[in-house]
């Protein structure tokens, strides 16, 4: 089994920055591929980016494309989303996957383990 546990969410202003951990106990994660996804109230849970075990693989939503990036130290089994440039429409509550597969996915039907969630919240 795998834990997993977001951390660095919290109220930014419009332009600002947050930068998300996911860190991952239990069974070792550092060749699962990796995720992070955010749910707006009343809305679906969608894709924000994902990454191989390797770091060779990174998916990003179009929406964020160029905004945030992902990283991760394996040796931690931690991975990070620093999210710049944010938005009024950046707020979510931000959750993290992990899939048992080194290959990323963009939907959340492919991912075997989540974590608890962390708000972000963009004021305009």
């Known amino acids: 089994q795998v834990q997993l546990v977001e951390s660095g969410g919290g109220l930014v202003q419009a332009g600002g920055s947050l930068r998300l951990s996911c860190t991952a106990s239990?069974?070792?994660?550092?060749?699962?591929?990796m995720g992070w996804f955010r749910q707006a109230p009343g809305t679906e849970r969608e894709f924000v980016a994902a990454m191989s075990w390797s770091g060779g693989i990174t998916y990003y939503a179009d929406s964020v494309k160029g905004r945030f990036t992902l990283s991760r130290d394996n040796a931690k089994n931690t991975m990070y989303l620093q999210m710049n440039s944010l938005k009024p429409e950046d707020t979510a509550v931000y959750y993290c996957?992990?899939?048992?597969?080194?290959?990323?996915?963009?939907?959340?039907?492919?991912?075997?383990?989540w974590g608890q969630g962390t708000q972000v919240t963009v004021s305009s």
């Open positions: 996957a992990a899939r048992d597969s080194s290959v990323p996915r963009r939907e959340s039907s492919e991912y075997d383990y």
């Open positions: 239990g069974r070792t994660v550092s060749t699962y591929a």
